[in-house]
Structures are given as structure tokens and as C-alpha cells.
């Protein structure tokens, strides 16, 4: 690592230590509170909000421009008080404060749990996203999570050890290296955690919003493969740090299909899924990641490779 690049690295991580000091001085509720009220304020005024301007535009144009700078304002609220939430994350896990995260449906899982059998929980970045694998613990779901390497090492470790903690034991790196980890984890009848909304530039092509979007075929690549179910959440902010948990009824594996065709629409269904939430609290999605960008159509045959590696 260059000098002064882990300078700027140490910069950037004695800059977060301190916001969630900050944060960690207040209780819960008034840390949400007060990370919604600044980031629905300086969060809409950022160059880089114009990404999720231009995004709102391209997958719901049927609003006026005053619609779509609410929801701008909306998402930094959520955003800005996910980012305080992080100093208080080891209270969601807490059993005494259980009350703050309500579930839907989770009698599902729990007849998939008793079976002796594992499966895939997938979803967006609604909401506080690092609840789900919360929710995984309290319902006493063994596995682990992936996540996306942060690009500065200090945060990531940070982030990493956090999640540990609190939410899954077992943290998976994002891409080839975390696969044999995914593997291990399924055939030990155990389940696994992963958002899926984020633009893979080596994935397939799917369609949300009716647009182009590269999407990882991990999920489906690994519920074909090892036979497994696949449930779909939903993460909702009720009010402040309070928040519901919805499990879908699961996507499974059509036996007998084609593994590349079941793959691809069983992917497809899962941006389905996403879509449809999307446009229930667009408010509560991240949409200043950079989604929709023009790739190359993945190739049958690459995939099928891909799913032969799994």
C-alpha cells in the first residue's frame, strides 16, 4: 500500500470512527433520528445525488421531477439513518430489544430449519440491510452472510469484525474467493445471506425496471446445484430504529428443468421480487448505486461453466 494512499485510508477511517462516536453518544432512537434529519439535509445537495436522480428517471419516468426529489430526500433519510444505526448495531441483537424488529412469516423458515435442511436468504438494500442476518440469529438460522470488500482495508476490517459480532459468525467475501465457503456452508444444511441488487458486470443480463441489468446468477446458481430453497425478504423502516421483516414463500428449483434456463429464471423472478418492492417504499432503496450500466449479454456458455465451478 502506497504512503499516501493509506494516509487517505486512515483519514477515512478516523473520519467514520468519529461520526459513529458521535453517533454512539446519543441512544438509538435519537442517533436514527438525528441521521435522518442531517442526511435528508446535506445528502440531496451532494454532486453524486444526481446518479439517483438519473436512475429514478430511468426506471419509473411516469413521475414528475417533484415525485422523484422526494424519494431523493426520502432514500437520505434511510440512508442517513442506517449510517447512524451502525454505532448501535449490537442493540438489534440484544433479546431485550427484540420488539424493534418485527417478522413476518418466519414460521417459513422455521419449517425449513426443523427439516434439517438449509436454503439462501436474498435481498435489497432496503431499509437497515444489515437487520436480516439478524434476524437469521434470532431465529437460530447457523451460516453466514456475504459481504462486498470494502475498498479501504481499515474499514472493511472494522465492518467485518462488527458483523461477526453481531450479526453471522461466518463472513463471506463477495466473488470467487467466498464460492467454496457458499458450498460448504449448503451442504452442511445451513443458510446463507446475500444482497443482490447491485450491478455484476461479469453476471447475467435480467430485466428491472424493463431495463438491462447485469445481475449475479450466484443465488440461483446455487439453489439449482445443491437444491435448495431460495426465500426472498423484505426489509421495511416502520418508524425510526423499529422495522419489519417480511419472508416470501420460497423460489425453488423446478426438478427435471434445464440448470441454465432454471437458473436464468429464477433469477429473473428474484428481480421481479426486487422491483416490486422497489416501487412499494422507493424512499427506503439505495439508488445511488451505478445499476444500470451497458454490459456485454452474458453467454449461455459461460454460465453454464460458471455453475459447473459451483
Known amino acids: 500500500m502506497a504512503r499516501k494512499g493509506k494516509f487517505l485510508y486512515l483519514l477515512e477511517y478516523a473520519a467514520l470512527k468519529t461520526t459513529l462516536a458521535f453517533f454512539g453518544s446519543m441512544n438509538i432512537d435519537r442517533a436514527s433520528d438525528t441521521g435522518g434529519w442531517l442526511g435528508s439535509r446535506i445528502g440531496p445537495r451532494l454532486p453524486f445525488s444526481n446518479r439517483a436522480r438519473d436512475n429514478i428517471a430511468r426506471a419509473m419516468p411516469e413521475l414528475t421531477a417533484e415525485e422523484r426529489e422526494h424519494i431523493v430526500t426520502g432514500m437520505w433519510d434511510n440512508l442517513g439513518r442506517t449510517i447512524a444505526e451502525y454505532a448501535h448495531l449490537p442493540v438489534f441483537a440484544r433479546p431485550d430489544e ?42 437460530g438460522l447457523a451460516g453466514g452472510e456475504v459481504y462486498r470488500h470494502a475498498n479501504n482495508p481499515y474499514v472493511n476490517e472494522w465492518m467485518v469484525s462488527l458483523r461477526k459480532r453481531v450479526t453471522q459468525a461466518v463472513q463471506v ?67 425510526g430504529a423499529t422495522f419489519r421483516v417480511t419472508i416470501y414463500d420460497p423460489i425453488t428449483p423446478r426438478p427435471g428443468a434445464d440448470p441454465i434456463e432454471d437458473i436464468m429464471r429464477i ?35 459461460r454460465l453454464a461453466r460458471q455453475t459447473k465451478k459451483n
Open 173 to 239: 467475501r463477495k466473488g470467487a474467493p467466498g464460492v467454496r465457503t457458499l458450498v460448504k456452508l449448503l451442504r452442511e444444511d445451513k443458510f446463507i445471506a446475500m444482497l443482490i441488487d447491485q450491478k455484476m458486470n461479469d453476471g447475467v443480463e435480467a430485466k428491472l425496471f424493463g431495463l438491462r441489468a447485469m445481475t449475479t446468477p450466484a443465488p440461483a446458481g446455487l439453489a439449482v446445484r445443491y437444491n435448495v430453497p431460495i426465500f426472498p425478504a423484505w426489509l421495511e423502516r416502520v418508524k
Open 98 to 139: 427484540r420488539h424493534r424488529i418485527d417478522v413476518v412469516n418466519a414460521e417459513t423458515v422455521r419449517a425449513v430449519a426443523a427439516s434439517g435442511n438449509g436454503g439462501i436468504f436474498v435481498s435489497g438494500h432496503f431499509a437497515n440491510w444489515e437487520i436480516l442476518p439478524v434476524v437469521m440469529q434470532f431465529e
Open 267 to 301: 433469477t429473473q423472478e428474484l428481480n421481479n421480487f426486487l422491483e416490486a418492492r422497489i416501487r412499494e417504499r422507493p424512499h427506503e432503496w439505495l439508488w445511488l448505486h451505478n445499476r444500470w450500466t451497458k454490459q456485454k449479454k452474458t453467454r449461455r456458455g
